[in-house]
């Protein structure tokens, strides 16, 4: 277990600029105290009972894409987790777009190239762990601007699920939604189980 911190700077907070609202959630937190002071976190004493914790552990495929927490503006995503249950592995595949390996947005404009960017980071991912679409069980995919893309989305979604032979295909949905670049157009996140 990685150790917290007890740093405002670390912990990005402006600890001048919290409004009465933040303060008083951040108390009862536990993250500061009444004095307005962070504080370290301390983790709940374990269950003698309780069994071993599910083991987890992040995916990454940095040929294709970083880590979100490298980013210049560091933000707190894993790329996917792997966890193994029981004899099956299951991976979580965090919403993905069309993010080059230094975190640069790629094919800005360019709504097809980035469908296709973005199912070629997720292919990388899954076979980071072994895993190919073959596996996956849904996709939830995110979309800017619904009316004008979808269609286009879907011509992509099923070229590339035909193209590999899947059935069946995974559960999915497509939404539309603000990214959390104004440049992206699509994100995609995806499940897949497999047997060990």
Known sequence: MTEGVANSA???IDLKRLTGGEREELIKL???SA????TAYVPPAQ???????LLKRAIMAPDVLNEAFHYAKPSSFSRGLRLDIEGYTVLLISGTASVDEDGRSIHVGDFGAQCWRTYRNITSLLKSEGATWHDSVKATCYLRDIERDYDQFN????SFFNWMGLNPLPASVGVQTRLCREDLLVEI???AIYKR
């Not at 269950?47 to 914790?53: E, L, V, Y």
């Open 47 to 53: 269950d003698p009972n309780r069994q071993a914790p």
């Open 30 to 32: 536990g993250l500061l």
């Open 155 to 158: 011509r992509i979604r099923t």
């Open 10 to 12: 670390e912990l990005l």
């Open 189 to 191: 996140e995806a499940m």
């Open 35 to 38: 004095g307005g002071k962070v």
